[in-house]
């Protein structure tokens, strides 16, 4: 049976051709975010109950997406230039307790972003039943 080649072993060639991959998936994931956002700031909530607070939402979880993603870009890259491993694993284990942090970070702020999202929607439908009008 052959045996596998260790991290170190992999030739610079392979490693460029890697990095080259990962950073062209970053490239077009960056493309698709900039549309993503594109599109979601000419949508118009201006009727929608909440419309200020959702956009705000919606905002944050992009910002959450694009920061989470760019963290294991570049994981990926550091994994490339990994020479065995044990690298490798300490790699991943410090890419793992950074992102649990970061997660627990973003899941307190989205549940606040939420909280506000259902206030405003709240108030708005208050305001609307008592006024008798609707907005919609």
């Given at each position: 049976?052959?045996?596998?080649?260790?991290?170190?072993?992999?030739?610079?060639?392979?490693?460029?051709?890697?990095?080259?991959?990962?950073?062209?998936?970053?490239?077009?994931?960056?493309?698709?975010?900039?549309?993503?956002?594109?599109?979601?700031?000419?949508?118009?909530?201006?009727?929608?109950?909440?419309?200020?607070?959702?956009k705000m939402?919606?905002?944050?979880?992009?910002?959450?997406?694009?920061?989470?993603?760019?963290?294991?870009?570049?994981?990926?890259?550091?994994?490339?230039?990994?020479?065995?491993?044990?690298?490798?694993?300490?790699?991943?284990?410090?890419?793992?307790?950074?992102?649990?942090?970061?997660f627990a970070?973003?899941?307190?702020?989205?549940?606040?972003?939420?909280?506000?999202?259902?206030?405003?929607?709240?108030?708005?439908?208050?305001?609307?039943?008592?006024?008798?009008?609707?907005?919609?």
């Amino acid at each position: 049976m052959q045996e596998m080649p260790k991290m170190g072993e992999m030739p610079e060639p392979m490693r460029q051709v890697v990095k080259s991959s990962i950073e062209q998936a970053r490239k077009a994931f960056e493309t698709f975010i900039a549309a993503s956002q594109q599109a979601m700031s000419n949508i118009d909530t201006s009727a929608a109950p909440a419309s200020h607070s959702m956009k705000m939402l919606n905002q944050k979880i992009a910002e959450f997406t694009k920061a989470n993603a760019e963290a294991n870009f570049e994981l990926a890259t550091k994994l490339a230039d990994a020479k065995d491993m044990k690298d490798v694993i300490e790699l991943q284990n410090q890419h793992v307790r950074q992102q649990m942090d970061t997660f627990a970070q973003q899941l307190e702020e989205l549940r606040r972003l939420t909280t506000e999202v259902v206030t405003e929607a709240a108030s708005k439908a208050s305001t609307q039943m008592t006024s008798g009008g609707s907005s919609y």
